[in-house]
């Protein structure tokens, strides 16, 4: 079993709809979530980084962390044309010394259709 | 402010040769990590280094090797080249005292 899973699509959409995207993860130890979007052929772009259970929204972006489910979800609403890309979920253990390797999931590609 | 860059942009190697690439990281930024990303995977760590020693490795032979100099920039050297190392490198900086990492374009590497 892998780490992070994460569906890799691919997902499409009708311009203006809201999009949830997600990953579940088995290592207990992972305490810092990131989503990060990635256009073809272009490095990551990171977009929402939280460290605690709960929500945290930016503009049309909310990140969602359910430690006791081991789960973190990306909701995009107004979902447009220019969001078309691969969206990837990483996350890091706790704090220690200067552990800061990311574990990655395989990144959900998305199409939204105008 | 100039985020992360990444030279060169592409490469084509041959099976058994060596290949150096080149990362530059975001201003004020002391951390940087490598990670190689085939098509369609995520990224899978291969290093970091911070105060120019390799702080942390994933699981890749020691035919990749690193450096960092004390402007912070690095290289990624990879030896005897095998057509499985063609990917995507990336190079992502941050703070040692931060989590949040920052990528930079990438170089594509093709080994035939």
């Known amino acids: 079993q892998k780490e992070v899973e994460q569906d890799p699509g691919p997902l499409s959409v009708p311009e203006g709809a809201i999009v949830s995207l997600n990953c579940t993860y088995s290592n207990s130890a992972f305490q810092y979530f990131m989503w990060y979007r990635q256009y073809s052929r272009k490095g990551p772009e990171l977009l929402m980084y939280t460290y605690s259970s709960g929500n945290k929204e930016d503009g049309r972006f909310t990140a969602q962390v359910d430690k006791s489910s081991k789960y973190i979800s990306l909701f995009i609403r107004d979902s447009q044309p220019s969001d078309s890309a691969t969206y990837l979920c990483?996350?890091?253990?706790?704090?220690?010394?200067?552990?800061?390797?990311?574990?990655w999931g395989l990144g959900t590609s998305l199409a939204v259709n105008p | 402010d100039a985020g992360v860059t990444q030279s060169p942009t592409h490469l084509i190697k041959t099976r058994g040769q060596q290949v150096t690439l080149r990362c530059s990281p975001k201003?004020?930024?002391?951390?940087v990590s490598w990670y190689q990303q085939a098509l369609g995977q995520g990224p899978q760590f291969i290093f970091q280094y911070y105060e120019e020693e390799e702080r942390q490795r994933g699981n890749f032979p020691d035919r990749f090797s690193g450096h960092q100099f004390p402007n912070y920039s690095s290289e990624l050297n990879v030896n005897a080249l095998l057509l499985g190392d063609s990917a995507l490198y990336l190079c992502a900086s941050s703070l040692v005292v931060e989590n949040e990492q920052f990528f930079g374009p990438g170089t594509r590497l093709t080994v035939l």
């Open positions: 990483a996350m890091s253990p706790i704090n220690a010394g200067n552990n800061r390797k990311l574990i």
């Open positions: 201003s004020g930024h002391d951390t």
